[in-house]
Antibody, heavy 121, light 108 residues
Framework: EVQLVESGGGLVQPGGSLRLSCAAS????????MSWVRQAPGKGLEWVAN????????YYVDSVKGRFTISRDNAKNSLYLQMNSLRAEDTAVYYC??????????????WGQGTTVTVSS | DIQMTQSPSSVSASVGDRVTITCRAS??????LAWYQQKPGKAPKLLIY???SLQSGVPSRFSGSGSGTDFTLTISSLQPEDFATYYC??????????FGPGTKVDIK
């Protein structure tokens, strides 16, 4: 079964750090672009970052540039999001997702169940 | 940056109705557009990619059209399981994805 499972969410104080993980199974992880997408409580979806199959390209939404780092370990079939200098506005459910297009973006067809990050004092 | 708008923001409809949702990009994105369905507490589900291609396993009552800046998602005959929020997403390149604000379809 094709599956993504996120972990690492929790409660953190403003200015703190958190590392999210996403474990992939059931497909060749190293063949796909991967993304992090978040959803603040009661709000819409926001793409956060993505990473190319070999990790050579990484892109971020402006609001997290310089604070968040996306990475992957293809040997461990895992995706990561290191989040530093966290702010209240980073509070959200964070999803990892697979883009089904190998060489071009054709939509995110596999999603995890999400992990909740709460930034509050 | 490419901005995405959707209209309407919400629509009330009955089972069997035809529902049309519009998505507009602030600049041309060719056919690099996807549509997602999201139900409360669940992850989004990909419905349409490349503006008009139906994702495998998605019922044929869903269809997408458009190119450039204007796109449409149509549900030809609304079913009870279709009450949800729908998002468009531009994917002009891997370098920046943007979602629309969403359209909530609820029961009339």
């Amino acid at each position: 079964e094709v599956q993504l499972v996120e972990s690492g969410g929790g409660l953190v104080q403003p200015g703190g750090s958190l590392r999210l993980s996403c474990a992939a199974s059931g497909f060749t992880f190293s063949s796909y672009w991967m993304s992090w997408v978040r959803q603040a409580p009661g709000k819409g979806l926001e793409w956060v970052a993505n990473i190319k199959q070999d990790g050579s390209e990484k892109y971020y939404v402006d609001s997290v540039k310089g604070r968040f780092t996306i990475s992957r370990d293809n040997a461990k079939n895992s995706l990561y999001l290191q989040m530093n200098s966290l702010r209240a506005e980073d509070t959200a459910v964070y999803y990892c997702a697979r883009d089904q297009g190998i060489a071009a973006p054709y939509g995110m067809d596999v999603w995890g169940q999400g992990t909740t990050v709460t930034v509050s004092s | 940056d490419i901005q995405m708008t959707q209209s309407p923001s919400s629509v009330s409809a009955s089972v069997g109705d035809r529902v049309t949702i519009t998505c507009r990009a602030s600049q041309g994105i060719s056919s690099w557009l996807a549509w997602y369905q999201q139900k409360p507490g669940k992850a989004p589900k990909l419905l349409i990619y490349a503006a008009s291609s139906l994702q495998s396993g998605v019922p044929s009552r869903f269809s997408g059209s458009g190119s450039g800046t204007d796109f449409t998602l149509t549900i030809s005959s609304l079913q009870p399981e279709d009450f949800a929020t729908y998002y468009c997403q531009q994917a002009n390149s891997f370098a920046l994805f943007t979602f629309g604000p969403g359209t909530k379809v609820d029961i009339k």
